[in-house]
């Protein structure tokens, strides 16, 4: 199945109805979407020790990587698979340190960077080792101390990171603390695109967020562009947190209350002058999605104020509309909309990316 989106914003009709509620298409997008684009991992904190391994699922019930973070005795943080290339056993199972990845199985063992150092039983075997015997190593990219992996990706994180830096680059991301106290999963019965879908405009807040339409100014609500994440600016109008700059930055004077990142296809950068608040989409089944928050704090005295206060009131409000739209997307008279040319930049944006992904 084909989707076509004119790149043209003011001819262009939505993904149609089908796109949310095809079991073929929710299994496609695996291979042509999520395994080419990046993924949140954590931050340095899970291999915090030299010579530190982490075992973990990417994306646990969608694609079900095995993975496996490593620090090697030099510092060097690596991501491999979790799987032995003998027989396909897990490789490690818990979070430990060790000098040496040995599969419990039969003995096959790994340096920390995936390379294979020995296999007990195997002298008569031919041509052997090979390069295949080694761990898969997956690109994986630092900011901060914020890690992110792909499986097998089709750009450069680092391009996205130098689209974010431009705007919150003057902030100390090494200096965010992750706070374990406001993670939290929502589930939700909807489609994960519809989430997305949902939270790439501000065209509802005025409708569906009465608290946070009382601190952003509507009227002054952007969205910007980028080739494979898009922007968000929140501005305020009210006495309330905003962000303060030094005067090289390129909105200095503006009364910016919160930056709304979002990377394609799944991944949300929050910034409020309290901090970042990153929102990861993890599709479950094709109506049925989880929603991870993940809070990193740098002022802790500017939490519950402006626009980054209440967010789980606001969760709870854009999980009522976007389960309604996916009981709405089910009629048999709904195909496709039409997009707010002033309003609906990213969810456009959004859905030529899907298109584009899908056809390739």
Known sequence: MRFKIN??????ETLPATFYKDPVVFEIIKEKVFLKSWQWVGDESLVDKPQSVHPFILLDGFLTEPL???????GHINCL???????GNLLALTSKTTKKLTCSYHGRRFNLQGKFEFMPEFTDAENFPRPCDHLHRFPLKKWGHLLFAGLNPSFDF??????MNERIGFLPIDEFKLEKTLQKDFLIDANWALYCDN??????????????NEVL??????TIIYEHCNLQIGYSDEATEIFEFPQNHIDYGKRVAAYYFWVFPNIMFNFYPWGLSINIVKPLEISKTKVSFISYVLDPTKLNKGAGSNLEKVEKEDEV???????GVRSSFYKAGRFSPKREKGVHHFHVLLSKFLNQ
């Not at 790149?7 to 262009?12: C, E, G, V």
Request: with cysteine; hydrophobic share 30%; charged share 25%.
């Open 158 to 163: 680092q391009e996205v990171i130098n689209i």
């Open 81 to 87: 698979t979790n799987v032995c290339t003998h027989r």
């Open 321 to 327: 509309v976007v389960e309604n739209v996916q009981k």
């Open 68 to 74: 496996l973070l490593t620090r090697d005795k030099d």
């Open 199 to 212: 939270y790439l405009e501000g065209f509802h807040v005025p409708f569906v967020h009465e608290s946070l």
């Open 217 to 222: 100014d509507y009227g002054s609500y952007e």
């Open 7 to 12: 790149s043209d914003i003011t001819k262009a």
